[in-house]
């Protein structure tokens, strides 16, 4: 069975800090790794996503991506009181030819304190 | 960015009524549609996967003569929740991948409350 595990969390930071949340995997032909925003009563929005080994910045989030540790993380740098949400890692694992069904953890529940 | 439009996003309704809540991809065709319902602190729960034209595939322990799922064109997926109980309360998220720029989107949700 797929399966993609992060902590519940929550994970609390001073504001101005370094967030970093974590997910593992365990289908190892996984090809597309995903990062999810949801605040209390939204759906998910999506922050990025990346494909390839390494690191991948978009603005004040990076994500990082190690496939042979089976292993994916997003860093917020700069943390707000705003980034207070729960974090869903996703991941579209490999079933073939025209299969889009994500999988997803159960989030890690961020907050930031002022 | 691609935008995935649902409606209603609240709903109040009695028991025993059936409720359909619509999923629109507005700038992108989807040939798949995914169904979430998500009960208060906890997380996704997959109900079923909707395939443009054919039957939607339901996750385990989801009846599917309970929440039937139509997607009849490449841009529309309906849920409709028949006899609603009140367990069936939640909020129900709809997805859809946009293929081309290989991202899945989501709908804003819908919270239906049976009384």
């Known amino acids: 069975q797929k399966e993609v595990e992060q902590n519940s969390g929550p994970l609390s930071v001073p504001e101005g800090a370094i967030a970093s949340l974590n997910c593992t995997y365990s289908?190892?032909?996984?090809?597309?790794f995903f990062w999810y925003r949801q605040y209390s009563g939204k759906s998910p929005e999506l922050i990025m996503f990346i494909y390839s080994n390494g690191d991948k910045e978009d603005g004040r989030f990076t994500a990082q991506l190690n496939k042979a540790s089976q292993y994916v993380s997003l860093l917020i740098r700069d943390s707000q009181p705003s980034d207070s949400a729960t974090y869903l890692c996703a991941v579209l694992p490999y079933s073939g030819a025209g299969s889009y069904q994500l999988t997803f953890g159960k989030g890690t529940k961020l907050s930031v304190i002022p | 960015g691609a935008v995935v439009s649902q409606h209603p996003s609240r709903v109040i309704c009695k028991s025993g009524t059936s409720v359909k809540i619509e999923c629109r991809s507005l700038?992108?065709?989807?040939?798949?549609m995914f169904w979430y319902r998500q009960f208060p602190k906890q997380s996704l729960m997959l109900m079923a996967t909707?395939?443009?034209?054919?039957?939607?595939?339901?996750e385990q322990g989801v009846e599917k003569d309970k929440f039937l799922i139509n997607h009849a064109s490449l841009t529309l997926s309906t849920l409709t929740v028949t006899s609603a109980h009140p367990e069936d309360s939640s909020f129900y998220i709809c997805?859809?991948?946009?293929?081309?720029?290989?991202?899945?989107?989501f709908g804003e949700g819908s919270r239906l409350t049976v009384l």
């Open positions: 700038d992108f065709q989807a040939t798949t």
């Open positions: 909707s395939n443009e034209g054919s039957k939607a595939t339901y």
């Open positions: 289908d190892r032909g996984s090809q597309s």
């Open positions: 997805s859809a991948w946009d293929i081309i720029a290989g991202e899945l989107f």
